[in-house]
């Protein structure tokens, strides 16, 4: 009966095959120009191969781009440092601090720049540390692994260019407009509904489908500049369609007061959904939604108002990304404000990779050098290569099994062909012959999605341990160098292993952000305040991309995520009041008062919406009075949120 269920699916596929022998070609011709031209270590050239490659065309060339410059810089760096007329442990302590500002750097940044600090770094490791450990002839050596990796990247973009295909821009598109129509459809579904929880799981739908174009637009983008510049088009897609979500949800809770959705607005938003569904790329001029109910009708409450701005910014911004918005429409030119969210600078995380990365490598650097053993400089050199590699992953605990399997798969390999193989290579024609068999099985397992991240590190070590193209050594020297390559490979592992960087952990800093984010709103800080809906729509994202990490998104994320926004929204509008110039003593005292409560109490404790209650009763003004009971909705459905930094905080321990 089980045999029905079970499914087969053979691991050399077509596309597997194709991809593979791309790859093995690719690394073999960028070997062979290096044969060719006679330089003292050929295998560098087929290193890239291994790491260039992309599943989009785009993403190729941008990934090349900074490979190339990345090593470029660091070599450059790791020159000058050699250069410095300076003991050799000054020159391990500017080394060090370069690995700092690489290793932060590449956290700090997002996309494939990030991957130009990394090889910045990783080069300027190769060339600094065998020099400083073992200097006669370390820099000739430094010189030709820089060159061999330049013709690498060189020759493997333009040979994997012709095979690899370009981003489906258009199905990217196609989801982008999709998520328009369903957020308008949840918003329709959320104001008509009298249960909060009803519209949870198509919230969560929404929420996962928006993380997963925010991961996705930098590689749609990757290899154009125009893609590149409609990014802060789809940012203001982003942006609104949480917006849109959260205003929703305060019209629901506000119904709960008192209904204020108009006859016939629910029917109409339904409809408007429809037609954007239907219609690919959607006219806003064809609809007459928004010629039927209109912003500055002074019959309609201000929730009403709130969404149909948000609504607009949603349909004009979609409009700008999937047409020109150089034509300059009328209605976008009228109601359209891009929004570029600001990006998440993860200080507190990337300052401790760094600290931690820089440790090992000085220490160990250090250690190394004093001791002036033979093998210092492979250790060094091992130790060093994994500690910047390690330092650059998001999740290091999650890499390490898969990096210590494939560097132990390589080096076995590497191992077998120095002794079998190599010893019997009589000129550069059979070295060419015999690698191919290799490379073919390399490709494969490395074009395969089970396989592709160990696959790496194991056709890395394949090539660095076996010194492919170097002359035969003798046997312990192979052994020594193979083993040790191998400890430190298991060394950093288990470090790292032992200090993980926990997706819980993190989306902890990214919750604790977005109430830093709430207490400098409340506070009025201009620098924060002026740009609180960027910045707290970005801290929304960093969340959930970390419990999409964690597993949690679409399943037992957070409630009340979007209602923090609303929160914001409140207090941002008391502010404005306060800046009213005829705004009267009594007005202007309890708003004050609010804000000092929210100042002194938590977010997220029933306390303060207690004395927000009991505020709210001595409240004449109309508006401020309305203002005051969005707060206090939007803090009681916050609730579930707030409270889930107890449980992120107990997990952190």
Known sequence: ??????????????????????????SWFAFFIAVMVDMPNPYWAAMPAWVIFQPTRGLLFERAIYRFLGTFVGAAIGFCILLIPFP????????????????????????????GFFTAGLTAAIVVIPSIMSPHDAIHLAVSRVVCTFIGCIVVTILLALFTPQFPIRSFYQKIHLLTSDV???SNQVITSNNKE?????????????????????????????KNRKLRYIDAIIAASLDVMAASRAILARNQRGNVLPSEFSDDLLQLSKQISKQQPFNIEDSDFFIKWQIDDLGLKPEIKRLLYTVQQLLAAEDALLNNIEQNKSFIAKNYSSTLLLPHRDWHMAINIALITCFIVFIVSLSCYLSQLNLSEQVASGISIFAIVFGSFPLPQNNAPKLFIGVSSGVIVAMIYRFVVQPYIPDPFWLLTTLIPFLIIAGICRAHPKTAIPAIDANMAFLFAGHIGMPAA??????????????????????FILLPRKPDVQALHAILSIQRDLDRIIAAQ??????????????????????????????????????????????????????????????????????????????????IIQ??????????????????????????????FFAYISELKKKSK
């Open 526 to 607: 201009d620098a924060v305040n002026k740009n609180w809906y960027e910045q707290s729509t970005r801290q929304l994202l960093r969340l959930m991309l970390h419990l999409s990490r964690a597993g949690k998104l679409g399943d037992t994320a957070p409630n009340g995520l979007l209602s923090t926004l609303n929160v914001g929204y409140a207090i941002t509008m008391l502010h404005a009041k306060l800046e009213q110039p005829k705004l009267d003593l009594d007005c202007f005292i309890q708003i004050k008062t609010i804000l000092y409560v929210l100042s002194l109490k938590p977010k997220g404790n029933l306390a």
């Open 88 to 115: 050799p442990i000054l020159q391990l302590i500017f080394f060090t601090l370069i690995i700092g500002v690489t290793t932060t750097c590449t956290h700090i940044f997002r996309g494939t720049i990030a991957y």
């Open 198 to 226: 009803e519209c949870q799981d198509i919230e969560q739908t929404i929420l996962a489908n928006i993380n997963d174009i925010n991961d996705n637009s930098a590689v749609a983008a990757a290899g154009s500049i125009n």
């Open 184 to 186: 308008i459809f949840y």
């Open 611 to 640: 004395s927000l209650n009991n505020q709210i009763q001595h409240i004449d003004n109309i508006d401020i009075c309305r203002i005051t009971e969005m707060l206090i909705d939007s803090l009681n459905e916050s609730l579930p």
């Open 474 to 495: 003798n046997t312990f020297s192979v052994l020594s160098t193979d083993i040790i390559y191998v400890l430190c490979a298991g060394i950093i592992c288990g470090m």
């Open 1 to 26: 009966m089980l045999l029905r269920h079970l499914t087969f699916k053979p691991f050399l596929t077509r596309p597997v095959l194709y991809y593979g022998l791309c790859l093995a070609f690719s």
